[in-house]
């Protein structure tokens, strides 16, 4: 990525990483809709640079395939899985995390020039342990 920084839709950005477990995933309902701000950008779990919304973490649609593992081992409904990634990201529930909202507050206190990229890290139903060193 650093030779071909001309092709990153924010080139310059501040780089955030958003990692954590369910909540950091998205697992609180989103109420009503949130527009993107133009100034904050997310790495999608399909590998492509979009505008920053919820829910950062669309695991339906991660090209790894670690993530739907990580769901059937809990439990999850394999068919239910495929049906939801086969509606894309306009079919993902309305579910939320932290990082638009935090992206936003940041923003607030950034020249206004300046964008925000995050890099969601999220994942549910794992221990603390695993956000550790080594």
């Not at 092709?7 to 309902?29: E, F, K, R, V």
């Amino acid at each position: 990525m650093a030779e071909n920084r001309s092709t990153l839709p924010c080139p310059g950005a501040d780089l955030w990483i958003m990692a954590g477990q369910s909540n950091m995933q998205g697992c609180g309902y989103l109420q009503h809709p949130i527009a993107p701000d133009p100034r904050v950008w997310s790495f999608g779990m399909d590998y492509q640079w979009g505008p920053a919304r919820p829910p950062l973490h669309d695991i339906y649609c991660a090209a790894d395939p670690v993530h739907r593992e990580l769901m059937l081992g809990v439990g999850a409904d394999a068919q239910a899985l495929a049906r939801r990634a086969a509606r894309g990201r306009a079919g993902t529930d309305p579910m939320c995390g932290p990082g638009v909202f935090f992206a936003r507050t940041l923003l607030k206190h950034l020249p206004a020039d300046r964008s925000i990229a995050l890099l969601p890290f999220g994942s549910g139903h794992q221990a603390h342990a695993a956000f550790g060193r080594g």
